[in-house]
C-alpha cells in the first residue's frame, strides 16, 4: 500500500521559498498513470490545489499560485518536492502531499 509522508521547515520568513519533500513508499511515483499531488489547508479555510506532478514528470500547477510554484521530483529517492516562493503569511498552512492516499500533512507558518 502506498504511503506518502512529507518534510520540511515548520516555519518559514516572508518572502522567503518554502519547500517541502514528499517521501513515498510502497509504490514508484514513475508508475504509469500517477499523479502526485500537492494541497493544503490554511488555518479555518478549506483545501486548496497548489500543482502536481505526473508519472511523466510532466507538471500541472493552480493559475492562482502558477507563477510562485515549482514541483519536481528525484526519481532515485521516490520523493517530489514542492517549493513555493515570496511567501506571506497568507501562505501559512497545513501542506499534503496527495495521491489517492493523503500524507499526514504539515503545518508550515510564515512568520518573521
Known amino acids: 500500500q502506498v504511503q506518502l509522508q512529507e518534510s520540511g521547515p515548520g516555519l518559514v520568513k516572508p518572502s522567503q521559498t518554502l519547500s517541502l519533500t514528499c517521501t513515498v513508499s510502497g509504490g514508484s511515483i514513475t508508475t504509469n498513470g500517477y499523479y502526485w499531488n500537492w494541497i493544503r489547508q490554511p488555518p479555518g479555510k478549506g483545501l486548496e490545489w497548489i500543482g502536481n506532478?505526473?508519472?511523466?514528470?510532466?507538471?500541472s500547477y493552480s493559475p492562482s499560485l502558477n507563477s510562485r510554484t515549482s514541483i519536481s521530483r528525484d526519481t532515485s529517492r521516490n520523493q517530489f518536492t514542492l517549493q513555493l516562493s515570496s511567501v506571506t503569511p497568507e501562505d501559512t498552512a497545513v501542506y499534503y502531499c496527495?495521491?489517492?492516499?493523503w500524507g499526514q500533512g504539515t503545518l508550515v507558518t510564515v512568520s518573521s
Open positions: 496527495v495521491s489517492g492516499v
Open positions: 506532478i505526473a508519472y511523466s514528470g510532466s507538471t
